[in-house]
């Protein structure tokens, strides 16, 4: 069956780094199309980063944009994101998750492209 597990999560100081990944498995990993989310406290769902099967093309939100890095292992099924500069509104659980084709149908940003979500991983971002 298909997993993702999420790890890297942890306790960064402002402008500090994280590396994130998400090991999959279950399914041909470099046939999808994969993405990162968050969800902070009270607050919804936000796409953080989406990358193309082949890791063609990557997308951001406008928040993380120049801060985070997604890349992927096609031949380790792994999924990772790099996180620069970290802010205390970066404190979220981050999930991946596995989009329904190679590419997205119409955004990244949309919940309907994805048909698996890993556990999560905790990122809290504070002095």
């Known amino acids: 069956q298909v997993q993702l597990v999420e790890s890297g999560g942890g306790l960064a100081q402002p402008g500090g780094s994280l590396r994130l990944s998400c090991a999959a498995s279950g399914f041909t990993f470099s046939n999808y199309a994969m993405s990162w989310a968050r969800q902070a406290p009270g607050k919804g769902l936000e796409w953080v980063s989406g990358i193309y099967s082949d890791g063609s093309d990557t997308y951001y939100a406008d928040s993380v944009k120049g801060r985070f890095t997604i890349s992927r292992d096609n031949a380790k099924n792994t999924l990772y994101l790099e996180m620069n500069s970290l802010k205390p509104e970066d404190t979220a659980r981050y999930y991946c998750?596995?989009?329904?084709?190679?590419?997205?149908?119409?955004?990244?940003?949309?919940?309907?492209?994805?048909?698996?979500w890993g556990q999560g991983t905790q990122v809290t971002v504070s002095s």
């Open positions: 998750a596995k989009a329904q084709g190679p590419y997205y149908s119409s955004s990244f940003r949309s919940s309907q492209e994805y048909d698996y």
